[in-house]
């Protein structure tokens, strides 16, 4: 069974970091693309970042450039997002999410991390 | 502003049909790329729901359909179910700039 799990939201400053890590299990993860789609609760989804499969390229969405990361481990079946210099409206549900070999879609994902940002 | 354009809310009875659309431009859906659909229930992440246009992942009931057409998508629901009730969410892809993943901004179904 497919399952991803995100952990490390919380609450941070305006202006601080924070690490998100999804652990997936249940398929060949080194064989997939991932991503980072966000939701503000009782908003629409947002997606936020892809990496390859290999870890060799990644795409950003405007709002989050030079200032989130996203990378993986392929040893440890882990992807991550990086993000600094948070801002209010960085505040939202994380969801990791698989991309399928082909469809440019989302066939699974996570059940989410809340990242709040206030001070 | 999403960049796919879908009606905030549908409603329908009980074993009705409903159906929500999905407006795209020549840089995502009229540009060939495919459409995708997710259902996300209260308090929960959203699923699949239909893949690649008009294809449904096990387990989906074949309630659910959804087609394609020139830059816009739809997705029909019959026999509407209580169950039903949730927010719907067309996603593609854009080709603009660098590329990249976008969606509808979503459409909540009311079950009457």
């Known amino acids: 069974e497919v399952q991803l799990v995100e952990s490390g939201g919380g609450l941070v400053q305006p202006g601080g970091s924070l690490r998100l890590s999804c652990a997936a299990s249940?398929?060949?993860?080194?064989?997939?693309?991932m991503h980072w789609v966000r939701q503000v609760p009782g908003k629409g989804l947002v997606w936020v970042s892809r990496i390859h499969s290999d870890g060799s390229t990644t795409r950003y969405a405007d709002s989050v450039k030079g200032r989130f990361t996203i990378s993986r481990d392929n040893a440890k079946n882990t992807v991550f997002l990086q993000m600094n210099s948070l801002r209010a409206e960085d505040a939202a549900v994380y969801y990791c999410?698989?991309?399928?070999?082909?469809?440019?879609?989302?066939?699974?994902w996570g059940q989410g991390a809340l990242v709040t940002v206030s001070s | 502003q999403s960049v796919l354009t879908q009606p905030p809310s549908v409603s329908g009875a009980p074993g009705q049909r409903v159906t929500i659309s999905c407006t795209g431009s020549s840089s995502n859906i009229g540009a060939g790329y495919d459409v995708h659909w997710y259902q996300q229930l209260p308090g929960t992440a959203p699923k699949v729901l239909i893949y690649?246009?008009?294809n449904r992942p096990s387990g989906v009931p074949d309630r659910f359909s959804g087609s394609k057409s020139g830059t816009s998508a739809s997705l029909a629901i019959t026999g509407l179910q209580a169950e039903d009730e949730a927010n719907y969410y067309c996603q593609s892809y854009d080709n603009s700039l660098s590329g990249f993943w976008v969606f509808g901004g979503g459409t909540k179904l009311t079950v009457l």
């Open positions: 690649v246009n008009n």
């Open positions: 999410v698989r991309e399928p070999m082909i469809g440019y879609y989302f066939d699974y």
């Open positions: 249940g398929f060949t993860f080194s064989n997939y693309w």
